[in-house]
């Protein structure tokens, strides 16, 4: 059974960091693919950062250069550092696990993340 449960979720200022952490267990390592998605009320959710075994990263263009992702397969942990945070990223955070970025097969049950003065 593959689990994962996210964490690091809160209230911040428009301008501020949160690091979000995504962790699993289970038979997780044979899953090429973690991905962050979002979805605030109202829309979609969508791709915001993937990575893969080989490193490769992919980030919604309304997060480059402020979110990073990363992955520890050994210690079966991920993360996403969120900077310079806007109102418009204000919404619930699901960690995914996949054999592409593209194709989630697992999710975790999300964590809210509010961008508010």
């Known amino acids: 059974q593959v689990q994962l449960v996210e964490s690091g979720g809160g209230l911040v200022q428009p301008g501020g960091s949160l690091r979000l952490s995504c962790a699993t267990s289970?038979?997780?390592?044979?899953?090429?693919?973690m991905g962050w998605y979002r979805q605030a009320p109202g829309k979609q959710r969508e791709l915001v950062a993937g990575i893969n075994t080989s490193g490769t990263t992919t980030y919604a263009d309304s997060v480059k250069g402020r979110f990073t992702i990363s992955r520890d397969r050994v210690r079966n942990t991920g993360n996403l550092q969120m900077n310079s945070l806007k109102t418009e990223d204000t919404a619930v955070y699901y960690c995914?696990?996949?054999?592409?970025?593209?194709?989630?097969?697992?999710w975790g049950q999300g964590t809210q993340v509010t961008v508010s003065s």
């Open positions: 289970g038979n997780t390592f044979r899953f090429n693919a």
């Open positions: 995914s696990l996949g054999f592409t970025m593209s194709s989630p097969m697992y």
